[in-house]
């Protein structure tokens, strides 16, 4: 079996190819999203993100004597909308439970969660998967979602690593501490096979997506408000026993999802391979190298010492209030996926387009704006993607609306601009000009058509070109195009380009 290095130093590798026709990999993924919610979970501390440290705190969430906390009835209802959309049992009576555990940015040192009585459990999620051989649906289990609170950050200065060892001093910001926290625990996720690091990949953009479709969340993995850890075993191909898993921590990417998995197969794998015995341990993925590194050693069973939380009550929700939640649950982004592919007529392969840029809400709004859905796409997916590129931006982030692009799409149908001049419209309206309306008056874009205007521009073009006038005279009417594309220059672009040739044939006596 052909086994490597990861990087100078690092653990051997088997070929991803060889690991999978050997073993088995079981996967689980354990999702945290912080909600968007106004206050934090137990108090009424703003939760807004990027704020100076340390000023978005109170008595309840740093644990101050005499301080009580009380649940965030908002979380709640967004907790148990997701339980819907996720296919989940909801709970009609459960309640939180102290976890005991060091938590060195955690006030209290306890965290606030739920145990044995989370609030949704046993649902499901579809995803799909491109394979050579067509697209292949997978069904997530989820075991349950359950309600906590986020831990505060804490910065270790110094070093080179950005970790504890090493760092000169360290620092906290509970600023974080007591948002409002989900976690997703899938079941485990078996038959695989090759597609395993995929299938975690779609797991998670999927749920990202449903997340954000429900407004409970921004789910803005590089801010943290989601974020993913992945458990990996393997077994030998044939056994029925599950192998001993790694736990990769707080995996902010969907790229890293997946690479992470690839590595931790690989790694897995050259270790059982070579005699050796997988550790059940957390890691940590390295974005730099594309590898994980040991962190923490979970051999023995942590004792939590979970007990019921006294200073809060249980938490009930009605058999009615949950059918109205469900009832009032949006179109969620599978069925929308369904939807658009139909009304719309795309192929398997265009839809995935719109997938994979993440544009298919954008291109929906533009079409409610009034685009049809094919130059809806044509700005999202060529030009504005561009744009989000160069700029390194995710696409929704482009300072341009969905309505601002249908009015440029608009303006391109009526005649008043052409592509290359819509083109401009939509550089000046990212560059903050104003609506499209106002960049075409403050830019003078609009396009010249009539006769009056153009006249002079068609004289001076068969002026400066008499050779190919002569051709077009003789009958080569093709050879108009050149005399075109000297009016569009003389114009800066904004000539009519059809009126221009009707023009120019008509100055030369030619009829079209």
Known sequence: MTSSPATSGGPALMAYDDALARYEPVLGLETHVELGTRSKMFCSCATAFGAEPNT???????????SLPVVNGTAVESAVRLGLALNCSIASWC????????????PKNYQISQYDEPLCSDGHLDVVVDTPEGPREFRVEIERVHMEEDTGKTSHVGGTTGRIHGAEYSIVDYNRAGIPLLEIVTKPIEHTGDLAPLVARAYVSELRDLVRSLGVSDVRMEEGSLRCDVNVSLMPRGATKWGTRSETKNVNSLRSVE????????????????????????????????????????????????????????????????????AGLPELPAAKRRRIKAEWELSDEELRDLVNAEAID??????????????????????????????????????????????????????????????????????????????VEARGLKVVSDDSALGAAVRQAIADNPDVAEKIRGGKVAAAGALVGAVMKATRGQADAGRARELILAELGVQA
């Open 56 to 66: 978005q705190v109170c008595p309840v969430c740093l644990a101050l004597p005499g």
């Open 95 to 106: 309640r939180f439970a102290r976890k005991n555990y060091f938590y060195p940015d955690m």
């Open 259 to 326: 690479r992470a998995m690839r590595f931790e197969i690989q790694r897995q794998a050259a270790v059982l391979d070579a005699g050796g015995r997988v550790v059940q341990e957390t890691r940590h993925f390295q974005e730099n190298s594309g590898t994980t590194v040991s962190g923490r050693s979970k051999e023995e069973a942590q004792d939590y010492r979970y007990f019921p939380d006294p200073d809060l009550v249980p938490v009930a929700p009605s058999a009615e209030w949950i059918e109205e939640l469900r």
């Open 362 to 439: 954008l291109v929906a709004a533009t079409v409610d704006a009034g685009a049809p859905p094919a130059d809806a796409r044509k700005w999202w997916l060529n030009e504005l993607s561009r744009r989000a590129t160069e700029t390194e931006v995710e696409l929704a982030a482009l300072p341009v609306t969905p309505a601002q692009v249908a009015r440029v799409v608009e303006l391109v149908a009526e005649g008043t601009l052409t592509n290359k001049l819509a083109r401009q419209v939509v550089e000046g309206v990212l560059a903050g000009e104003g609506e499209p309306d106002a960049v």
